[in-house]
């Protein structure tokens, strides 16, 4: 049986509702902590919790220790029920694990070996520090399309990917073996979501405790905002900042109120020809409008039996792009049978099923739970879909998506143009020379203008669609859509239908296992056919490692300025995230990428225009290739098969040859090396003693930037591509690095310099200090020079100066980077005064030590008439208490002044105590070292 393998030391549970029991499965039995136990013995009737809160009342009855949960802790639950989640109340929870991908990961284990450096010049042993819980990173998010459409394309790029992150797997394989309680997966696996669905993930934990063995729900907290992915297997989970992870993982419980459960209730099935990623990006674009952010949204209704646990894991993992903390599904007969088909152990799947049902949450069971507020969708409403040009919930029919993007360009348009170029490609297309030969196509100029590419005999024009990528975890841990892939690639091909050659096609799936049951069903070769070779295991185009475009390719699009396309599967669009080269972005189910590798533009109507000719020179069209619901599942019956799964992950944590080459050295604490690029000790413990000083009031500070709504973590986080000529190409090319071995910043997120060089130089961002350009830039004051934002900070920074941010709604949305706050402190930035903020940036705000403020009323920077020029003062600060209002003093440069009072967007206690200790690594690494002393 697959178990827990270490647990977090705590004090035994008090325990005040006797809620303690057994229950028997398959012949075993275990303890447990019981909700209906403790209903009866004082905490009354909370059997239409929704399931999610369940889980966390779970959690109370089993920590409670009269300090960190305490019995109103627990009472408060009924409380909530009682008001439909109209109550504040503040939680520790405490998950069972953290899971990691490397981007995110590397950082986190950077700050704990630096942490282990800061334990020894307190006094303390530096083997003080290790995770106190599980922890399991996977490697998943270096690997970059350089080569592709090719059937090496996977192993060169796999050669390329340990070329660029040498120094970063040495780093990670010493953390592997120097700290207790920490697993790796190697690269070339798959990516870290679908290896928690398809094994980490186990729904229901055991371990042994007291002689006994305790049964209790699995849940996680990760470093990526996709971690919600696990939720569509009744994982309770979500992803936090870097900084909360290591928290976590140190022993210290989530901070968290109680949060408002929405209930989005299902009804009908899936109409023909409709997937499952249609259906997330429907719910994403009803959530959005709904406005979910900060709270858990749960699904129920009788639509959910017409689901298969992929496609619920398809929606939980799309949470953050609908902005709830969580989507969560409770169990039922599929999490049964999915269990059981990805090979989990019987005693285990047996376990599942009886907890769930002992504990009020098998849905067949539950009557329809009591929520916040609620919404309703009918499966059958759900029709094809598309979402961009640069939101996920920006969801266009598949029917209207020419005409839409017709609309779209021409605001594209004035948003204006990175002239930047591509470096060279590596890649080699397999189509290189097959323009004269493709089938013959409708005309493709779509009345618009067209535009030669260097060395080919085909044009391109504002819409022509040059990456079609299948990629990331939403939709490669479904087999239904990634088989509907492969079926339409097939009936394409026989068709004699190709992908365009301007096309950047790829195929970078989740796990092995997806491999495994393409090749067993015969659609690899027909998605090779496509172009769509398997080019690497994990996060790629969804992440900005799309690689770059065909150098020809690349300067027709920046020359005539053209608003070039791509369509992925995956679950961010963002402006700038992709590809440098590419404005225009649409996420789409894996079939409609193969489709619109086949079309080569967004000014095609695929429900309408013909993709191609098929030999005989009949027009053929989408509906004449798209397989049948019928015919995809009777594939996926024949294909899919529990033993794939137990034979990948029989030995998930060995990797191949050239992971187990890598030479680890070093002992308890890391050997810095001092000239390498990708591993730098961080300077946030520099000076620190073990108690800490109140923070000061931020006196006279300068304004470092004035952004609008929406600001994502992708604007202000360094992320892609690292540009030649900013301040981290400086960095790099001083310390003898060649632009071809730039390689991304989420490579390089292990070096602080390189990160802080480039926060908030996104090509996209628009500071509006400096109206009208696009880019990482601001004014210095008191004299006006435009700089690039590190150079601008590095100057206030001699000055003595302060900084703060000014921003409007929705700042910090996106990903959960916590470089976007790494960087901000080391930018020198004291507070962020925003229209409101996203859930993790502002807890990794807090956790690095920079103050988030919310303007109140209808108070904005702009209604204030700010220029960037100004001076601002918070006083108060060393007396704040959770959300309190905090006066803030605006000095114009006329000498004018201006006072509001800004909401402290500090919530918690908890959170209260990381600020005044300069951060939550701050908090931890002091409390550590006293125990440790």
């Not at 229950?23 to 399931?51: F, H, I, M, Q, W």
């Not at 050295?665 to 413990?685: C, E, H, I, L």
């Not at 060649?738 to 602080?752: E, I, K, Q, W």
Request: aromatic letters at 8%; a negative charge.
């Amino acid at each position: 049986m697959y178990t827990s393998r270490r647990e977090v030391s705590r004090m035994p549970s008090l325990d005040s509702f006797k809620s303690k029991r057994t229950l028997t499965a398959a012949g075993k039995t275990y303890t447990y902590y019981s909700l209906a136990a403790a209903s009866e013995n004082g905490l009354g009737d909370v059997s239409r919790l929704p399931a999610s809160l369940k889980v966390l009342l779970e959690n109370m009855l089993r920590f409670e220790d009269g300090k960190t949960v305490t019995k109103d802790d627990i009472m408060a639950f009924k409380a909530w029920l009682d008001n439909k989640g109209a109550t504040s109340h503040e939680i520790a929870y405490r998950p069972a694990r953290v899971l990691m991908q490397d981007f995110t990961g590397v950082p986190a284990v950077v700050d704990l070996a630096a942490m282990r450096d800061a334990a020894k010049k307190l006094g303390a042993a530096a083997d003080a520090i290790n995770p106190q819980v599980p922890v399991d990173l996977v490697i998943d998010h270096s690997v970059m399309v350089d080569n592709f459409a090719h059937a090496n394309s996977f192993e060169k790029n796999v050669e390329r990917e340990y070329e660029r992150n040498g120094e970063r797997y040495e780093f990670l394989r010493w953390g592997s073996s120097a700290f207790k309680n920490f697993r790796v997966v190697p690269p070339g696996t798959g990516i870290c979501h679908q290896v928690n669905l398809e094994y980490l993930g186990q729904t229901v934990w055991t371990k042994e405790e007291d002689g006994e063995t305790v049964a209790y729900p699995d849940t996680c907290v990760g470093t990526d905002s996709h971690t919600t992915m696990i939720n569509g297997l009744s994982v309770l989970g979500w992803g936090v900042g870097g900084i909360e992870a290591e928290a976590a993982m140190l022993g210290q419980p989530v901070s968290m109120l109680i949060p408002q459960v929405v209930g989005f209730k299902f009804t009908g099935k899936l109409a023909e020809g409709a997937t499952a990623t249609d259906l997330v990006l429907t719910v994403v674009q009803m959530l959005r409008k709904k406005g979910v952010v900060d709270k858990f949204v749960e699904f129920f209704g009788p639509g959910l039996a017409n689901l298969t646990l992929e496609d619920e894991a398809t929606i939980s993992n799309m949470a953050p792009e609908y902005g709830a903390t969580c989507g969560f599904f409770p169990v039922d007969k599929e999490t049964i049978t999915y269990l059981t088909d990805t090979g989990r152990d019987a005693d285990r799947v047996a376990l599942v099923e009886a907890y769930a049902k002992a504990q009020g949450y098998w849905r067949p069971d539950m009557a329809d739970p009591v929520f916040t507020d609620t919404l309703e969708l009918d499966l059958g409403d759900v029709v094809p879909s598309l979402a961009g040009p640069k939101r996920p919930q920006d969801r266009v029919l598949l029917t209207d998506a020419a005409a839409q993007f017709k609309k779209d360009v021409l605001g594209i348009k004035g948003g204006g143009v990175d002239k930047d170029k591509a470096p060279e490609s590596e890649g080699e297309s397999r189509f290189a020379d097959e323009g004269a030969t493709m089938n013959k196509t409708i005309p493709d100029d779509y009345g618009v203008p067209t535009f030669a590419v260097e060395g080919s005999d085909y044009h391109l024009h504002d819409g022509s669609v040059v990456i079609a990528a299948i990629t990331s975890c939403t939709n490669t841990s479904n087999p239904s859509v990634m088989l509907a892939a492969g079926l339409l690639a097939r009936n394409a091909r026989a068709k004699g239908l190709v992908s365009k050659p301007w096309v950047k096609t790829s195929l970078a799936p989740g796990s092995q296992v997806v491999t495994d049951y393409l090749l067993r069903a015969g659609l690899q070769d027909d998605l090779d056919a496509m172009g769509f070779n398997l080019v690497g295991y994990g996060c790629t185009t969804c992440i900005g490692n799309s690689g770059p475009l065909p150098p020809a390719i690349a300067k027709s699009i920046n020359e005539n300025d053209l608003v070039a396309c791509s369509v992925l599967s995956g679950n961010r669009n963002f402006e700038g995230r992709i590809s440098q080269d590419i404005r225009a972005n649409y996420l789409a189910s894996p079939p409609l990428v193969v489709a619109y590798a086949i079309a080569g533009s967004l000014h095609k109507n695929l429900t309408t225009d013909p993709l191609g000719m098929d030999q005989d020179g009949n027009p053929v069209y989408l509906k004449d290739i798209w397989p049948s619901s019928k015919e995809i599942a009777e594939v996926m019956r024949a294909s899919v098969t529990p033993e794939m799964f137990r034979s990948r992950y029989a030995d998930v944590f060995k990797g191949d040859e050239n992971w187990q080459g890598i030479k680890v050295s070093g002992g308890q604490t890391y050997d810095w090396p001092m000239a390498s690029t990708y591993v730098q000790n961080p300077p946030y413990f520099d000076g620190m003693g073990l108690e800490p000083e109140a923070p000061e009031d931020v006196k006279n500070a300068r304004v470092l930037g004035l952004f609008g709504d929406s600001i994502t973590t992708d604007h202000i986080s360094p992320a892609g591509n690292i540009k030649t000529d900013g301040p981290a190409g400086d960095y790099l090319r001083e310390h003898q690095v060649p632009v071809l071995d730039f390689n991304s910043y989420g490579a390089r997120r292990g070096n602080h310099q390189v990160m802080m060089r480039g926060t908030f130089a996104n090509i996209r961002i628009k500071n509006q200090m400096v109206p009208g350009v696009e880019g990482g830039v601001t004014k210095h004051y008191p004299g006006g020079e435009e700089l690039p934002i590190y150079d601008a900070a590095m100057k206030y920074k001699d000055e003595g100066v302060p900084l703060v941010i000014f921003a409007g709604q929705q700042y910090g949305t996106g990903s959960s980077r916590d470089w976007a706050a790494k960087g901000t402190i080391l930018l020198g930035v004291r507070a962020v005064i925003a229209g409101s903020f996203e859930r993790i940036h502002r807890s990794n705000l807090i956790g690095m030590g920079v103050l988030p403020l919310e303007f109140t009323g209808d108070t904005t920077w702009e209604s204030l008439g700010l220029k960037g020029d100004e001076q601002v003062s918070i006083a108060g600060i060393s007396d704040i208490t959770p959300r309190m209002m905090l006066p803030v003093t605006i000095t114009k440069a006329d000498g004018s002044t201006t006072s509001i009072e800004c909401r402290v967007r500090i919530d918690t206690e908890n959170e209260l105590d990381y600020y005044r200790n300069g951060g939550i690594l701050h908090y931890v690494l002091r409390n550590l070292a006293r125990e440790a002393l």
